[in-house]
């Protein structure tokens, strides 16, 4: 088995959407003679599947305040939170294995090395997790794509339980989608169960150990490595810059769901209806027993088309005197409500 490294210029890849075409490009265009397995980790981030609704899965507000990205992947399944703490390892396996379908046995050699390292109670429950004492250390996917198997799983050593929370508990209201929802867990440690003489273990040496029990070798130096060549870099960045960063793909390919917001202010009640189509705004509702002097359809007006993003929604109102339409309100204000960012009192001196 070959083992490909997200590693540039000596420096490890933590942007996830480089990371993501690292995958992808040598999904769809590397075929080695061997299987191939390659680890990764990244800075944090929230990771969609391709038919969910990343504004019905995920608490933007907080990932914006806490420098969170967001990815949306090719394939199906459930938002996990995935970061610099914890290693993920994706493979690909000759499309005859018989491994296709069996989590078991993917996950069997994963077991045969915490097991090493003193962890006891693991089962591999379900359809496809990894439980340690009941709670999920680990959940897999797999597909066959181009007449390979493409799997993978990640391996909490250290979860950041409370971003995990944070960031899988969206804050807008009332959604009416018909995207494909997360199932939510019971998330546990590997790092408690640790035995004695591991517990000082950094992911980067729990990493090495367990890429060893996977590949079947005695140390991370006799892996048959594959480097990528300038093309394969060129290719990567291409597919990363076109479409992993690109906001139509992770906002935009949910076609269309509506939701209302309500807020209550000094001012009077705002309630903004909207519908969303592409990650754009497609109709939207302002209504409430505030006082205005102008038509409050001139904000609608301007609203329309533009992308459901707080800098967009920022520069469409910048032009606006919104007191003429609410009272004392600002912009910023207006555009938490539409986002259901949860309002900050300010206090004066």
Not at 158 to 173: G, R, T
Not at 305 to 316: F, G, P, Q, S, Y
Not at 317 to 336: A, H, M, Q, R, W
Request: glycine residues 6%.
């Amino acid at each position: 088995m070959y083992l490909i490294m997200p590693v540039r210029d000596g420096k490890w890849i933590y942007d996830p959407s480089v990371s993501m075409a690292i995958q992808v490009y040598v999904k769809d265009h590397l075929f080695l003679d061997d299987d191939v397995m390659f680890p990764y980790m990244m800075h944090p981030v929230v990771q969609i599947g391709k038919f969910q609704n990343a504004y019905e899965e995920t608490n933007q507000p907080y990932m914006d305040e806490h420098n969170i990205q967001l990815l949306r992947r090719d394939t199906g399944g459930g938002a996990i939170y995935l970061d610099d703490k914890n290693m993920s390892f994706c493979f690909l396996l000759a499309g005859d294995n018989d491994i296709f379908g069996n989590y078991a046995q993917l996950f069997e050699p994963a077991i045969k090395g915490l097991q090493k390292l003193g962890v006891k109670n693991l089962e591999q429950k379900g359809r496809n997790d990894l439980l340690l004492d009941g709670k999920k250390i680990s959940g897999a996917a797999m597909t066959l794509e181009n007449g390979r198997i493409y799997a993978g799983y990640s391996l909490l050593l250290d979860p950041n339980f409370e971003a995990m929370v944070a960031v899988l508990n969206p804050n807008l209201k009332k959604v009416k989608s018909h995207g494909i929802k997360s199932i939510r867990s019971r998330v546990g440690s590997i790092r408690p169960h640790l035995a004695p003489e591991h517990q000082s273990m950094d992911v980067w040496e729990f990493t090495d150990f367990m890429m060893c029990e996977i590949l079947g070798i005695e140390k991370i130096e006799d892996a048959k490595e594959y480097t990528f060549t300038e093309y394969d870099w060129a290719q990567i960045d291409k597919l990363a810059n076109e479409k992993y960063k690109n906001p139509d793909w992770t906002y935009g390919r949910f076609q269309y769901f509506e939701y209302e917001v309500t807020e209550r202010f000094p001012i009077g009640t705002i309630t903004i209806g909207l519908s969303v189509t592409h990650a754009k705004i497609s109709k939207i509702q302002i209504t409430g027993d505030f006082f205005g002097k102008k038509d409050i359809k001139d904000i609608e007006e301007k609203l329309i088309n533009v992308r459901l993003i707080k800098t967009d929604l920022l520069e469409a109102l910048k032009d606006f005197n919104l007191s003429d339409y609410f009272g004392d309100i600002t912009p910023e204000i207006l555009v938490n409500v539409i986002l259901s960012i949860p309002i900050k009192e300010t206090t004066k001196d």
